[in-house]
């Protein structure tokens, strides 16, 4: 058993080093500084078998401190509760909690296919060694954190070497009650956990472990060292059950039976990328369009992708129409708002920017269109030529920019309304600025995410971001929205620079669009 | 009409994939291009079909004693592993792709009649194509090449998913289409490439090279090919 861990082990350690240089590649700039045969370079290597063990030891201590500190110490804190009664109190039942939701020896995973179905390890004695070796490092990590982090609360090495043991029992026993069930059933249980019982006693263990503390009761210490006790010796026939099981090997095959752990991770998360934009298509016979070319293409892209586009974007209209409509109906009938709203209408635009950033459904629509169409049309060489690229982007955009109207033409209606109801302006150009400026932000999105797009095409055939400047410049995007959130500076200021910015960035960006989008838009190597 | 690869050189990072490769492919021949694992023959089609950039070479067409550099609408390319557009139904497919090229199509069919050509049952015919199998996608990313006719047809492993019988059917289709074309086919599957091919041409050690029959039979023949790929591979 000892040389199936070993192996086990190196491959798992194998297995990560082997990840850790392939995560170095894809730093920019180091790339090209990395020799080719890079899982070859012994120094290398070392260095990331340095980095991996360190992870495996800080990762037994690290984890277990923050659990603590998260689950006990911080309500604890809060409470303002002392004492080792109440941290053990909390301890005993989130452990119990813990061996509820989560009680499997068998633990799917890509090393574990490897180890078992490639390199035909004995299953069991993988499965115990690994389970022995998880055992040894949950008693280790909690058995020293608790003794550090109990020592705020007077908890002895005895109370922490008992806690330990407590929650290792635990992990014995509760998996021992599921040996031999099928993972089918399994999963069937755990779905009955979220039924409203489950949920309930979910929420009574939780209500025990930090509500009767603050109401002055928790387990007794000494109780605590008998439940431990008690605890320990259930634990024995479990362990006994553990190591006597005979089904490892099936429930394992079980566990890859899903097919994703036999796959490359590359193809893998393309797949499931794919399967969830595939979802999202709506198919009905009643889906047809008269046009012609690219623009017929277009055309049906929208209407089977109505779930992300116009139905997403009706529901935003919905709600902002509600919204508006509220905001009106509160000038009229309730005055003391109007002053707030009006001051907040006449300086809070930059605020707006953020919520034109969000309503605006860009980035999620370019990537339905890469992964259920240029992803493949683009494989085509007739869909890659200039003219077939421009006449599918302005057809894109129109419908695009048709769609991120709607919700913004009821905002940009409803707000100078609401600006005249709360008391007016002494510059009637604002009611202009309110009304164009949301319009022009909504075009300004559109136009944005749809030329980031085509400038920077960001996806390989595995549609993984190849390209670091798409991610920085949505960021870029994202912050500059978000920070504008608190700016307050004046409608007329804010929405005159708008105006021109939006007008002469549709612009540039059009035109870069036009003049690159040819080269640039074409699958990432 | 002749297809002219010159000089084509390409690397990735230090790995020299393409190392000058040169070939004069002739219209009215199938082409089996056969190469070992990793010997390059999707880059060289990846190249062809300008997907790839190649650091060096150039593909030249000579038509009527003229010559003039490879266009976009020279090519066909069927890629092994099919890619259609999910979102489309094959009929929808179909009527885009006759739309979009009018120009190479000027008189085209009515819908219906390709696919009964590819053997497209009817109720699959309405059917996203992202519930299609492996197979049938294949038969729509030959058909719309086939459609398309252009003079230059590249096939990377097209038959493999096919069952037996529509395998058949699209051998005696290409046959048929020959004359009028360059055919390249690339295979590992040596029977195949005997049964079906004119020519067989080897990519090995980064450079095209055609190996002439003679006289030989199949069993001489097959014996030739893999020398040569075996010796090409010990350099």
């Known amino acids: ?525 | 009409m002749k297809l002219y690869v010159q000089g084509l050189k390409k690397n990735f990072d230090e790995k020299q994939v393409l190392k000058g490769a040169s070939f004069c492919f002739e219209q009215g021949h199938i082409y089996g291009l056969i190469g070992r694992n990793g010997a390059g023959k999707t880059t060289f089609f990846n190249c062809l079909n300008d997907d790839v950039k190649p650091d060096e070479g150039s593909f030249e067409v000579e038509e009527n004693g003229q010559t003039r550099p490879l266009t976009a609408e020279d090519i066909g390319y069927v890629l092994s592993t099919p890619v259609v557009p999910e979102f489309l139904t094959a009929r929808e497919f179909l009527k885009f792709f006759l739309d979009i090229n009018r120009k190479q199509v000027p008189q085209p069919q009515p819908i219906d009649s390709y696919l009964d050509l590819m053997q497209i049952d009817e109720q699959d015919r309405d059917l996203l194509l992202k519930d299609y199998s492996h197979g049938m996608k294949n038969k729509m990313q030959l058909l719309v090449n086939f459609i398309a006719n252009p003079p230059v047809l590249l096939l990377d492993e097209p038959l493999t998913s096919f069952d037996v019988v529509v395998a058949d059917e699209m051998k005696q289709l290409l046959r048929q289409i020959k004359k009028d074309h360059i055919i390249i086919f690339s295979t590992h599957i040596m029977e195949l490439a005997l049964d079906l091919c004119d020519d067989i041409v080897i990519l090995n050690q980064g450079v095209l090279q055609e190996i002439a029959k003679e006289s030989l039979d199949n069993a001489e023949y097959k014996d030739k090919i893999i020398a040569a790929l075996k010796e090409a591979g010990n350099d």
């Open chain 1, 1 to 525: 058993m000892i040389e199936t861990f070993r192996i086990s082990f190196r491959l798992q350690i194998t297995y990560r080093t082997n990840a850790l240089l392939r995560s170095l590649k894809s730093v920019p700039g180091l790339k090209k500084r990395l020799p080719t045969a890079l899982y070859a370079s012994r120094g290398l290597k070392r260095f990331a078998l340095v980095v991996s063990i360190l992870r495996e030891i800080i990762s037994i201590f690290f984890g277990k401190a923050l659990y603590l500190l998260l689950t006990i110490v911080l309500p604890l804190f809060y409470f303002k509760l002392s004492g080792p009664a109440n941290f053990l109190h909390i301890l005993a039942l989130l452990t119990l909690l813990g061996g509820l939701l989560n009680a499997r020896i068998i633990q799917p995973g890509r090393d574990k296919y490897y180890a078992i179905m490639l390199m035909r390890l004995d299953a069991k004695k993988y499965a115990l060694s690994n389970y022995l070796y998880f055992l040894l490092r949950t008693f280790i990590g909690m058995a020293v954190m608790t003794a550090v982090v109990g020592r705020l609360y007077r908890v002895s090495v005895l109370g922490a070497v008992a806690a330990a043991a407590l929650v290792v029992a635990i992990k014995c026993i509760m998996p021992a009650l599921l040996l031999g069930t099928p993972l089918k059933e399994q999963k069937k249980r755990f779905e009955k956990l979220y039924s409203t019982m489950a949920v309930m006693l979910i929420i009574a263990l939780l209500a025990v472990a930090y509500v009767l503390p603050v109401l002055g009761w928790a387990i007794p210490v000494r109780a605590f060292y008998v439940a431990c006790a008690v605890a320990v010796v259930a634990a024995v026939p479990s362990v006994w059950a553990l190591c006597h099981f005979k089904g490892y090997k099936d429930a394992y095959k079980e566990e890859f039976a899903g097919g994703i752990a036999f796959e490359s991770t590359k193809s893998a998360t393309a797949k499931v990328l794919q399967t969830s934009y595939q979802k999202k298509l709506s198919f009905s016979a009643s889906q047809t369009s008269k046009k012609s070319g690219y623009a017929y293409l277009n055309d049906l892209f929208v209407q089977r992708h109505t779930k992300i586009l116009t139905r997403s974007a009706l529901r935003i209209t919905l709600f902002f129409s509600a919204l508006m409509l509220a905001g009106i109906g509160a000038c009229l009938f309730y005055p003391p708002i109007r002053e707030k709203l009006n001051s907040y209408l006449l300086t809070g635009l930059p605020s707006l920017l953020f919520v034109m950033y969000f309503i605006n459904r860009g980035q999620t629509i370019t990537q339905a269109m890469f992964v259920n169409c240029d992803h493949s049309m683009l494989t085509y060489r007739f869909y890659r030529q200039p003219k077939a690229i421009l006449q599918l982007f302005a057809a894109r955009l129109r419908s695009v920019i048709r769609i991120n109207l709607m919700p913004a033409a009821v905002i940009a209606l409803g707000l100078p309304v609401m600006l005249l109801l709360s008391g007016g302006t002494a510059h009637p150009f604002n009611y202009f600025l309110l009304f164009a400026s949301v319009l022009l932000m909504a075009v300004f999105f559109s136009v944005h995410h749809m030329v980031l797009y085509y400038l920077l095409q960001p996806y390989n055939e595995n549609s993984e971001v190849k390209n670091p400047m798409f991610t920085v410049a949505n960021t870029v995007t994202y912050l500059i929205s978000y920070f504008a959130v608190r700016q307050e500076i004046e409608t007329s200021v804010f929405g005159l620079f708008l105006l021109v910015f939006c007008i002469v960035y549709i612009l540039l960006a059009l035109f870069a669009a036009y003049r690159l989008a040819p080269k640039t838009f074409c699958l990432r190597q």
